[in-house]
Every structure is written in C-alpha cells, then in structure tokens.
C-alpha cells in the first residue's frame, strides 16, 4: 500500500458514524439481581485469567490458571455438573513467578497436553510444564515437570499472552507469544522439533508491542491461513490491529504486515471477535479502559476497512477489563458480558443486553457491588448443564487475597454463545 493509501485508510477508520448498536440506556447502575457466585479454588493469591481445554480426555472442559502473587500455576479438572458449585480438582503444575497467563498446548506431541506459563515482572520467562504420559499421573503434581522455553530473548521480556497456533506447517503446534515494556515484542516460537528439545524451539519476532491483551487467531483476508488479531494496550502501534500471515516460507519468519482496526485514541484490553450486528462478518468488541466497549464494525472481507462505535460501559462499575459476546438470555440475540478492575463498592461483573424495541443496550447485574475489585478475561460456558451459558472469570484483589477462580450462575434459561453452536469454549 502507498503513504497516501495509508493516510487515506486511517482517515477512513476515524470516521464514528451513529449506530443503533451504540446507544446506551443511561441508566445509573445494571438492574436485577445478582447471579450465585460458585469457587473453583481460591487457596492462593492474584488468580490471572482463565484458559481451556479437555486435558483428560473426558468431555469436559478444564481450566489452566496462573496466580500471579503466589507464584503458581494450576490446573483444575472439571468434576461434572453435579459437583460443579464446590471446589474443583487441582493440580500445581509449577512454581512461576509473576505468572501472567497460562494456556495448554500439546508441545512435544506426545498426545498430552501440556502447559505454558508466561511471567512478567522480574522474572520474564515463559515456562513449560510437561503432563506426565502415564496412566492416572495427571492429578499427580510430581509427575509433572517443568522448563524455562530457553530463546535468545530470555530476561528481556515481560511476556503476557500466548496462545498455541499451527504456524509453518513444520513439527507440532507453534506458540504465539507477546510480552509488554520496552523492549515489548510479538512473535512466535516453533515447535520443539524432537520431543521435549527447547533448544530447537526458535523465536522469530513479527512485530513490535506495547502491552499485549489480547491475541486470536483468524484467516482475516481470506488467502487460507491463520493471521492473528491483537490488542496491544500501549505504545506506538496502541489500539487493534491484524498482522497478515505472509505464508510458508523465509517470509514467515520475518515481520507479517500490519493492518490497523482503530485510531489508537483509546487504552484497549480484551477483545473478543463475533458478528455482533449480524451482517455475515466478524465484528472485534474490545474493552477499553474508560469504562465504554469499542464495536469495530467490519464493513468488508478484505479486512482493511473498519467502522467505529463506542458503547458506554458506565453504569456505576469499574473500569472495563475484558469482553465476551454470547447469548445470555436465550432470546436469539447477542448480548456483551462485561469484568472490571478498580470496582471496590461498584458493579464488577455485569452484561449488556440491546434492547430492540428502543434501540438501546440495558445493563444487568452479575456479580453485584459487594465484592470484587479486579477481575480477568470471560469464558462463557455451561458448567452446571443446566442449558444456559454461565461466566468464568478471575478475581485477584478482593481482601489482598481475591475471590480466586471462580463462576457465576446464570440464572435466565439456554443461552448460546457466539457461534450458536457448541456451549463449551476450549480455543479461541
């Protein structure tokens, strides 16, 4: 693309038009009552988001937790619907530090998936912890083992987000990966190429960061491979924007191109992507820190051209932290549920729902006003079988300690998430 090409595309994304997908209610605070809140472990302290995956084997979707004050990542092993509302199987998988986010991957192909830890910090590392390939050893912690992902980038990186993505075709599953500070990079590892040798698992940077928050993976302009969609919190590159995958090849180790999403006027977090206004394409909502969700409306398959709207989050709560799109109420539409940080004595926890009649969002209750200062990252799924989609989230400051891991009982009826499909999220 041209500088002018450029210019004009940005001049094009600052244009807010009005959408009825916009308008808020003004109404002072969510309204209804709050939804029975269920711990998954709260036996340690700064629970950091939460990640997914059947690690067992038996249906059901399991939870990868990093806490990040005491120093440990957990794996938790769903025990069913009927003991879902007590405290969960857990395993420490490792002692990390500073632990930001955790996530499973099957990194050495063995059929067993593994877990990474990034840390940021002073310890600025990325741990690998290897589950143990005998029968029955999962839930032993000394079965697992654990290793420092050893790249020339070691010590310089506060590393933030990660998640497993198939990039070159080559050995196993790659790892994506973005740190923050300034030295802040974004790239990926590639996959052990014999087992569990980190020494073969090369880092090559696609991109300069600023804080990372967020990272998917999607084929954004339709040539048939993964390119990832970010949200990156500070810095020159602020704001959402996709690096296009340049394919297999030399060309895929260097740096993938960038195609912004928004202006960068706004501090983004989370983001999640859906059709939020139904038109066949992939819409982003992000949280952004002023208490307000960011609707990037895409407007073609390219990718390239992007429509702004802002939805008001302030609703006497804290500050948006993340995002998740799903069917709450099992009407058929979208509804936007909503974590904050900075919420001592407001609403942490709520959901948005538009209201069609008079073309405005209305906000609800979850969490309540109670408890609960900073939360994390939302995974919407049914937990106690009971047909309707329920939030799990994380809360690290509540007391000094925080309410940990935990869920929150929906009480409205079958919901659906984005896709309408299946209930149980385990990737992105």
Known sequence: MTREGEYFLIALMLIITASPLARTAHAAEPIGIPW?????????????????????????????????EGGVTRVYINPGA???????????????PSVEDATFVDFDQD?????ISCCEGATKQIFVHWAPSESGALLDANKWQQEVLTTRQDNAQQWMFAWPMQVDG??????????????????????????????????????????????????????????LVITDRTGRLRG???????????????????????????????????DLDGDHLEDAVVAVKDMAILFLKRLDES????????????????????????????DQNLDLAVTTWNARGKHGVFWLEFEQTEQRWVA?????????????????????????????????REGGVGLGVIWYENPLGIGRNADGAALNRTDD
């Open 36 to 68: 029975t809140r269920h711990v998954v472990d709260d036996s340690s302290q700064g629970a950091d988001g939460v990640k997914l995956a059947d690690i067992n084997g038996d249906g059901l979707v399991d939870i990868a937790t990093g806490w990040e």
């Open 82 to 96: 009927k003991k879902s509302k007590s405290k969960w199987p857990k395993i420490t998988v490792g002692e990390t």
């Open 111 to 115: 059929g067993h998936l593994d877990v």
């Open 170 to 227: 080559r050995h196993g599953v790659d790892l994506v990966a973005g740190s923050k500070g300034d030295l802040a990079l974004l790239g990926w590892f590639e996959a052990p190429a014999n087992g569990r040798d980190l020494s073969s698992c090369q880092w090559h940077s696609i991109s300069a960061a600023g804080w990372i928050m967020s990272i998917w993976k999607r084929d954004m302009d339709g040539d048939q491979d993964l390119d």
């Open 240 to 274: 959402c924007r996709w690096l296009e995958n340049p394919g297999p090849g030399p060309d895929q180790r260097l740096a993938w191109e960038n195609h912004a999403m928004c202006d960068g006027s706004e501090e983004v977090l989370s983001m999640d992507l859906a």
């Open 303 to 330: 990718g390239q051209r992007w429509e702004t709207h802002r939805i008001s989050a302030d609703y006497d709560a804290g500050n948006t932290r993340a995002v998740a799109v799903a069917d709450i109420n099992s």
């Open 364 to 396: 609800h209750q979850i969490s309540g006003k109670a408890e609960g200062i900073k939360y994390d990252r939302i995974e919407m799924l049914d937990l106690d079988d009971d047909g309707d989609l329920d939030l799990l989230t994380c809360e690290e």
